[in-house]
């Protein structure tokens, strides 16, 4: 029997070639040579780790630069600190005395009491007292004053008085449209003739036509309390000349039956779409 002979690739690769040439070698060598490559690179980074561990641990420890650090003896602490003078003490202000002028005393309230004998005039200052004296609580002697309760001193009279003009008189209220009422105004005939009614009245703005635009105007309006139609107003428009055209067909509708609340005609707000749209 033949023996099985066992191939590498090396051998199945380099077969029927020149082996001899050092390729062969090479990659014969490659997994030795790899796994001493792997070796040394672990050991030379272990070998720089240990040896910046070693140096840090051989150098000196150096004070921190940045903190400057004063023994000061306690001795000398307590000896500045008795050298400190006392702050000196705040001045008094006397008050200015207030001059004593002369006043009456003010007669106490008295509550009428029927009696027949009578009454004591005493304490109760005269007129001529008042004229000169400031009013108080009690009667105190001094110099005379001007401007007291009977004798105000002299009073400065205006020239021209001027009456203030009349309030003006309330604006009255507009009558403001509703939104909502009991029963809403409607077009003669219902919405089914109002749409009849656009689509013979209402025409397609040329210049719309040419650039192909189509779209819906919102137009908004007030129908009056007698059905007429006012305040028309473009709420979102497309240009082109539909805006115009939209407004000028709700201005010229017939009147409408006017909104109803409580019974009455009111002026209610109406806002209306109208779709423009061309014809294929």
């Known amino acids: 029997m033949k023996k099985k002979i066992q191939m590498s690739l090396d051998d199945i690769v380099f077969e029927h070639r020149n082996k001899a040439y ?11 040579n790899l796994t001493k490559a792997a070796v040394i690179g672990s050991l030379s980074m272990i070998t720089v780790f240990l040896s910046s561990f070693v140096i840090n641990k051989m150098k000196p420890i150096e004070p921190k630069t940045g903190h400057i650090y004063k023994i000061v003896e306690l001795d000398k602490i307590t000896e500045s600190l008795q050298d400190v003078e006392d702050p000196p003490e705040k001045a008094i202000v006397e008050k ?8 009456v005393q003010n007669p106490p309230q008295v509550t009428p009491v029927q009696n027949n004998e009578p009454e004591d005039d005493k304490g109760v200052p005269t007129e001529e007292e008042l004229k000169i004296s400031a009013i108080g609580n009690e009667t105190i002697d001094g110099p005379p004053v001007e401007g007291s309760f009977a004798n105000p001193g002299p009073i400065e009279i205006p ?4 009456a203030p003009e009349p309030p003006a008189p309330p604006a009255l ?3 403001e449209p509703m939104v909502i009422s009991e029963v809403m105004p409607e077009f003669e ?5 109002m749409y009849k009614w656009l689509g013979k009245n209402l025409k397609y703005p040329d ?21 007429g139609i006012s305040d028309v107003k473009i709420l979102k428009g497309i240009g082109f000349g539909c805006d115009e055209e939209a407004e000028r067909v709700v201005k010229a509708m017939p009147k409408w039956k006017a909104g109803i609340q409580n019974g009455r005609p009111v002026r209610v707000k109406y806002t209306l779409p109208l779709t423009f749209k061309i014809n294929s």
């Open 159 to 162: 020239g021209d008085v001027i």
């Open 22 to 32: 050092g390729a062969y070698a090479m990659r014969q060598e490659y997994r030795a």
């Open 96 to 103: 200015p005395k207030q001059e004593v002028v002369k006043q």
């Open 189 to 193: 005939g219902g919405m089914s003739k």
């Open 207 to 227: 210049n719309a036509s040419r650039n192909g635009i189509e779209g819906r105007v919102v137009v908004s309006f007030i129908v009056e309390k007698n059905g």
């Open 173 to 175: 209220k507009v009558d």
